[in-house]
């Protein structure tokens, strides 16, 4: 097991803040969200790796058979529910923000200051 | 009986019904299934509390997966403890509150509105409960995805978009943050119990990992909690969503962060020796007590009404970490203490906001300066409201202050009462401020530090109809929580009954023998407490003085003053700076937060061994 996968994970994710920090658009943000989410997917994934070891399915393979970690899998799709709730609702939120505002740059959405 | 999961069940069961009904569903109908589920969950979040009131803890195992001899949980648990109880039976009476309260507030209600509320409170409900790392992060979320709906409930205009949109970027951020955590405790420990992975971690020798993964985890609850820097989101979306919303988020969302926080601390993080104490407790601290001055400040600025109390519960959220930062019984006592009295009080006062709108069509201090005269019964019920959360003694929030000013003091930290009533008395000052203008017409309509702030609000009052006499189900909710909050102080021995609840809230090795091995231990003794102390009184004494004086010089001053003087350009000057700070914009907020990490990261990275 190699440390490349925690670094992938670290950079998508300082890589998705950054775009969120940066953005001029509501929808690139919004997708900058669920990059860094992905973050999480890679974490999840890499920590339940184990070499040389099959899927977690015992159909036709001894139980005693080396299989990664179905626990942490069963957590990433968990988190993919999670994704997909979130991120419908925000979409929703940048059409309305488009109807309300007529933009979807989030510098101009200024009706909260202060 | 299983009373833990029902307390869950039911309220997600009738938001299932009401949301399967749609528009088929009358109102009225709507309005008797939803509080019915609501009340019902107050009874059985009551009947756990009542069960585990004298430092119990009952551990319900899902589908009957009770852990394998030597101690491995495979299944995932509920353990109640009194301080969850607790805190879950208050967001029940909350939410049974609020429905209560909406029921003339909204004149014209999507049936999804009760829905949403149900399922908001059986994620609050599940997060006290869990004991599960991972299913707290998924009630975590499942209490954050209403919310985030409820907040941009009015989709319809422009604030409550915005509100929305921050609300759950931010959040959703620090959820991410948290998961990140609980992944890298999963790895070392191959455990998500609470339980399993405190007995795991705390036979192992010193691990940075293990600060990172701490850091990330407690991230997401401070996010939730509105700790500065991370409290951006807080006032964005209080000010946007509805009243009886707000009586949620600021009465009990805000404070199940800090219950997240203290709960992993205390079960899973306490045992580990790479977590140096000093270095945590001045960490959180410091974090608690600049929030608790930065939210008193920002009040202090506000003319929004609601904006206003949301910057009033960023300052008592501070107060709440510093206390559970002391890591002491008598702190977390007070603190748990201390937010029942807060929410109920806070509760009231946005319910009496809204009445304030429903009567007089704006939630804008200055605009509505004196013309409450005629409202007397919800005056009064606003300055009292005041009062108490500038903790007036021997009242709830008074009772819950002085035991965490005494855990400070035992603890050697003498300055943080005196900087507890400077919070203090800014927030209570501002609400107080509001309250004897709107109320009794006193002073000048305009404060100094808003003199430049005229922004336009342009906000449709939230109800509409009879303006001519208050509901009764609008006021006697509101009274009703008020006076839960006063009563709380009154209570004899109530102080002994919360410091056991705290004592058993921190043994570590007391919750995981029961939890792994089913082991009941001894109870807490209860600690024979002399009552609040002298130099409590004279604290609490000064914050109410403190608070009146504050009020009194923000409405009168302006007239006395003849010219602007170098000390009121710097204070305006700095006041348009800490304004400008909260710039509504969702890419500071998340810089803000990736810095916060970094703070955090580094100021109790710093002290491994």
């Known amino acids: 097991m190699s440390v490349y996968p925690y670094i992938v994970a670290g950079w998508i994710m300082v890589v998705g803040f950054f775009g969120i920090a940066r953005s001029r658009n509501l929808v690139h943000l919004i997708l900058c969200v669920s990059v860094v989410q992905s973050a999480t997917y890679v974490l999840l994934l890499a920590i339940g790796f184990r070499d040389h070891a099959t899927a977690p399915i015992f159909q036709g393979v001894a139980p005693t058979a080396r299989a990664v970690d179905p626990v942490v899998q069963s957590l990433t799709l968990t988190d993919v529910v999670v994704e997909a709730t979130v991120v419908a609702l925000l979409l929703a939120l940048a059409v309305d923000a488009v109807k309300r505002f007529g933009t979807l740059d989030p510098q101009d959405l200024r009706a909260l200051k202060g | ?309 949301a910057f009033s519960t960023i300052s008592h959220t501070g107060m709440f970490l510093a206390g559970i930062a002391l890591l002491h019984a008598h702190g977390t006592a007070g603190v748990a203490l201390f937010v029942a009295a807060h929410g109920l009080t806070k509760g009231a006062l946005f319910m009496v906001i809204g009445i304030t709108s429903h009567r007089l069509g704006s939630v804008d201090e200055v605009e509505l300066h004196g013309r409450g005269r005629g409202l007397w019964a919800t005056g009064s019920l606003f300055i009292v409201g005041a009062l108490a959360l500038a903790s007036l003694p021997p009242f709830g929030a008074f009772a819950g202050k002085s035991l965490i000013e005494e855990a400070a003091s035992g603890r050697g930290f003498h300055w943080i009462a005196p900087v507890f009533v400077l919070g203090s008395a800014l927030a209570a000052g501002a609400i107080l401020r509001a309250g004897l203008g709107i109320f009794l017409g006193l002073g000048e309509a305009r404060p100094p530090a808003m003199e430049q702030e005229a922004e336009a609000e342009t906000e449709t009052p939230e109800t509409k109809g009879s303006v001519s006499r208050t509901p009764a189900v609008m006021l006697v909710p509101a009274t009703l929580l008020l006076a839960g909050g006063l009563a709380l102080g009154l209570i004899p021995h109530i102080d002994a009954a919360f410091e056991r609840a705290a004592v058993r809230f921190q043994d570590r090795a007391a919750y995981a023998a029961q939890v792994l091995h089913g082991h009941a231990t001894a109870l807490p003794s209860a600690h024979v407490t002399s009552g609040p102390a002298t130099s409590s009184y004279l604290y609490g004494a000064a914050a109410v003085i403190g608070a009146v004086a504050f009020a009194l010089a923000a409405l009168y001053l302006p007239r006395v003053r003849g010219r602007v003087t170098v000390l009121s350009r710097a204070g305006t000057g700095a006041a348009r700076l800490m304004r400008a700070w909260h710039s509504g914009h969702i890419g500071d907020y998340a810089t803000w937060l990736a810095v916060g990490v970094v703070i955090l990261g580094w100021s109790l990275g710093a002290a491994i061994p």
Not at chain 2, 148 to 174: C, D, M
Not at chain 2, 271 to 284: R, S
């Open chain 2, 1 to 309: 009986m299983a009373v833990a999961p029902l307390a869950i069940v039911v309220p997600i069961l009738a938001a299932c019904l009401l949301i399967a009904g749609g528009k088929h569903v009358p109102r009225r109908l709507a309005d008797l299934v939803a509080l019915g589920a609501a009340a019902a969950t107050a009874v059985l979040c009551a009947i756990l509390l009542g069960r585990v009131w004298h430092g119990h803890l009952e551990v319900y195992w899902f589908g009957g997966w009770h852990p394998r001899p030597h101690g491995i949980a495979l299944g995932i648990d509920l353990a109640v403890e009194p301080i969850g109880a607790g805190a879950a039976t208050l967001a029940a009476v909350l939410m049974t509150a609020a429905l209560l309260y909406s029921q003339r507030y909204f004149e014209a209600v999507a049936p999804f509105f009760h829905g949403l509320m149900l399922v908001f409170l059986a994620g609050m409900v599940g997060f006290a409960l869990s004991g599960d790392l991972f299913n707290m992060f998924v009630f975590f979320e499942l209490m954050s995805v209403p919310a985030y709906a409820l907040t941009g409930y009015k989709v319809e205009e422009r604030g409550p978009l915005q509100g929305a949109l921050g609300f759950a970027i931010t959040n959703s951020l620090g959820a991410f943050l948290t998961l990140s955590g609980i992944a890298l405790l999963y790895g070392p420990t191959g455990a998500l119990n609470l339980a399993q992975i405190g007995a795991s971690l705390a036979g192992h020798h010193p691990d940075a990992l293990v600060i990172v993964a701490f850091v990330l985890v407690i991230t997401g609850f401070l996010v939730k909690a509105a700790a500065v820097p991370f409290h951006f989101w807080l006032a964005d979306a209080h000010a946007t969503a509805p009243v009886p919303v707000c009586v949620l988020f600021s009465g009990i969302m805000v404070q199940l962060g800090l219950l997240g926080v203290a709960r992993v601390y205390w079960t899973v993080f306490s045992g580990q020796p790479a977590l140096h104490a000093p270095a945590l407790v001045h960490t959180l601290l410091a974090l608690g007590v600049v929030t608790a001055l930065v939210g008193g400040v920002m009040a202090f600025l506000e003319r929004h009404l609601k904006r206003l109390l």
